[in-house]
């Protein structure tokens, strides 16, 4: 059974760092983990993604360079270590698996099939 759950959320300053782990259990074939994140109100927003077996990873518009994600196969985790977070970051990310994943489809929401709870991210100004 695919399980994914996140952690490492938290409330951070403007211009601090966090880094959250999504650790996934079940996974097996060609897969993608993807972050995505919805604040109050919004749509669900991709963030990143990294293909398992290559690494390859994808970036939502205008986080690359401030967000990064890498993953440790021996761990089953991945990873998105975000700096410079400001206050529009606020938001639950979630982490999800996409099964066979092509590149135009990283960052869309209908791909991803199994999801985590979530963990809240909040950055205070």
């Known amino acids: 059974q695919v399980q994914l759950i996140e952690s490492g959320g938290g409330l951070v300053q403007t211009g601090g760092s966090l880094r959250l782990s999504c650790t996934a259990s079940g996974l097996t074939g060609s897969y993608a983990v993807g972050w995505f994140r919805q604040a109050p109100g919004k749509e669900r927003e991709f963030v990143a993604a990294?293909?398992?077996?290559?690494?390859?990873?994808h970036y939502g518009d205008s986080l690359k360079g401030r967000f990064a994600m890498t993953r440790d196969r021996a761990k089953n985790t991945v990873y998105l270590q975000m700096n410079g977070l400001k206050p529009e970051d606020t938001a639950v990310y979630y982490c999800?698996?996409?099964?066979?994943?092509?590149?135009?489809?990283?960052?869309?929401?209908?791909?991803?099939?199994?999801w985590g709870q979530g963990t809240q991210v909040t950055v205070s100004s």
């Open positions: 999800a698996r996409q099964l066979n994943p092509i590149s135009s489809t990283m960052h869309a929401r209908y791909r991803y099939d199994f």
């Open positions: 990294i293909r398992w077996q290559t690494g390859a990873t």
